[in-house]
């Protein structure tokens, strides 16, 4: 990953960190964060996708245009597993579940918005080896 993505991330990551720590409401604040960042343009230009390759093929670009590590399973379905084999926030600990949670939230929105579901499935906070993620195509609604 270059290095001003990877300092851009981890000051996100210890942002995180820093408001989850804040009494009652550091978690709203946090979780709100990632939403407004998952609407910011020059994160990839997320679109809508019509299917689970166009999503993954997606990811792809978005991943080689940051320099993330991402590591793809072959699409199984409406489905696929997303891997990295490190945090890109700096999150290493059990004490960073939550901030690593809320985090994830701008992807998980971000994907919403191509017309998938990402389900996180192991976290290295949690003492995983990698992070590991499934995406979904969501269907289309009947009639549309």
Known sequence: MP????AMMHKIGRLHIFLCGIP???????????????FFPWLGGVR?????????QHLVEAGEQ???PFQF???????FILELPFCPYGFTESMHQR????????????????GAEMKI??????????C?????QKSAPVGS
């Open 121 to 130: 499935t192991q976290t290295i906070p949690e003492g995983a080896e990698c």
């Open 99 to 114: 901030p690593c949670d809320t985090a994830m939230d701008m992807d998980r929105v971000m994907l919403r918005r191509c």
């Open 24 to 38: 009652a409401i550091g978690e709203s604040i946090a979780r709100a964060y990632s939403w407004c960042m998952a």
């Open 66 to 68: 940051m320099g993330f």
């Open 3 to 6: 290095e001003s993505t990877n």
């Open 48 to 56: 809508k996708t019509e299917s689970i390759v166009e999503t993954k």
């Open 73 to 79: 399973s072959d699409i199984e379905g409406d489905r």
């Open 132 to 136: 590991r993620m499934e995406i979904v």
